[in-house]
């Protein structure tokens, strides 16, 4: 059974024990922290690939929608100390289910302020997999803590299960412990809402290569769209000397997800707007529509990790230190992202491209070792045709 396959090899190939947790449950809290003030260049920016979307707490829920906050466990870490795992966790649904219009993830200190890399708290990877109807990639993110937001041009949202696999990564280069706690905000509308639609998700990733000096680029499998739809929302993950990175469909760029380097406190998030590596470049804004030549092929399976060392799991940073080498301490902060970029057709090849550029901004060391690179573009689709086929 290919959901058990899955969360099996999950399991098995990252994590001996899971972190003990402290007990705080599945607390649900509705309420939202203040709209922070902010000016920041980068989320001025409506550039596809260059923008950054405004979290949650800077906008009103659209149509109606509401905001939950579910908090998901509180763990402490320290440098030897980091915490790995994976958990069976709920959406903010229940069984009803709803769509999931947006939503973001951070950590945060017991006092509620957020935990960020300025105070030394990593929010390394997050990753959302369904356990039932074949499984399946959600949603995942790393420190970046994006913004996902599937109704920008057009009423869909993501079909959200009940139940899903939660799996973590936080980390810190403190010796002394900290107690985090990690939640993630929803936006979602019942799913009979006038107009709203089920959005799927494509996975694309280049696996967990070794890095290099120098300037290189890693491609992902191609992935074949199953049916027609708009491209709702795309986004890159990639680690520090990552440059961008490329969503191609039928041989064409579409997306370029530009990545942002800031050492600041919340990054492109913070109220200061601080500088930026790339904000303000011309980037490629506004690329057509994806249009090419049809690919065969079967691809539901397409859309999820594969196995353990295909994304973002199998990065285990137990009892490691960290040194955050290179490019003058600066992280990637924010990817940009691109939305309503166009359309997709039943069969069409996709697949992404991760760009590097090691001399230009440095690589993240553990224990004197590169760290492992990463590029996983996440791709959102919304179906146009009625048949789950197309
Ligand atoms: C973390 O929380 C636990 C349980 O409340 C507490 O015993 C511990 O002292 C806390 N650690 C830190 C570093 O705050
Ligand atoms: C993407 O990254 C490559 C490699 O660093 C670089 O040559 C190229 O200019 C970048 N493109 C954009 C739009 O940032
Ligand atoms: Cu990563």
């Not at 899955?6 to 203040?34: H, N």
């Not at 923008?51 to 659209?62: A, H, I, N």
């Not at 219009?101 to 300025?118: C, F, Q, S």
Request: hydrophobic residues 35%; aromatic residues 8%.
């Amino acid at each position: 059974m290919k959901t058990f396959t899955l969360v099996s090899s999950l399991l098995a190939a990252a994590y001996a024990a899971p972190a003990p947790e402290q007990a705080i449950g599945e607390a649900r809290d509705v309420t939202q922290a203040a709209p922070v003030p902010i000016d920041n260049p980068l989320m001025r920016s409506t550039e596809q690939g260059v923008k950054v979307l405004p979290r949650m707490s800077m906008t009103e829920p659209k149509d109606g929608a509401k905001r939950t906050t579910v908090k998901y466990g509180n763990w402490m870490v320290s440098s030897t100390k980091m915490m790995s795992t994976i958990k069976l966790a709920q959406g903010p649904c229940g069984l009803a289910g709803c769509y999931v219009t947006a939503m973001e993830a951070t950590i945060r200190y017991p006092d509620g302020k957020e935990a960020n890399v300025d105070t030394n708290a990593w929010l390394h990877h997050i990753a959302l997999f369904g356990t039932g109807g074949g499984g399946g990639s959600i949603w995942a993110a790393g420190n970046e803590r994006p913004t996902l937001r599937l109704n920008t041009g057009s009423k869909y949202g993501f079909d959200f299960p009940s139940a899903f696999m939660l799996m973590i990564d936080l980390m810190t280069e403190d010796v002394k412990p900290k107690n985090l706690t990690l939640e993630i905000t929803y936006e979602h509308v019942p799913r009979t809402t006038p107009g709203y639609k089920a959005a799927t998700m494509y996975w694309l990733t280049i696996g967990e290569p070794a890095a290099k000096t120098g300037k290189y680029s890693f491609s992902t499998m191609p992935s074949i769209v199953s049916g027609a739809g708009q491209l709702l929302y795309s986004i890159g993950h990639m680690h520090d000397g990552g440059d961008n990175m490329s969503l191609y469909v039928g041989g064409n760029l579409v997306c370029k997800s530009v990545m942002h380097y800031n050492s600041r406190a919340g990054y492109g998030k913070d109220a200061n707007g601080a500088a930026d590596e790339h904000a303000g470049m011309a980037g490629m804004a506004g690329m057509a529509g994806a249009k090419g030549k049809a690919a065969s092929g079967s691809t539901a399976a397409a859309a999820m990790p594969k196995t353990a060392s295909g994304g973002m799991v199998g990065h285990s940073h137990t009892k490691r230190q960290h040194a955050h080498g290179g490019g003058g301490g600066l992280h990637i902060s924010d990817p940009g992202a691109c939305t309503d970029f166009g359309t997709v057709t039943s069969g069409q090849s996709m697949k992404a491209t991760a760009f590097y550029d090691a001399g230009k901004y440095g690589l993240m060391e553990h224990n004197g070792a590169k760290e492992r690179l990463m590029g996983n573009m996440r791709v959102y689709i919304g179906p146009t045709s009625t048949g789950l086929f197309g």
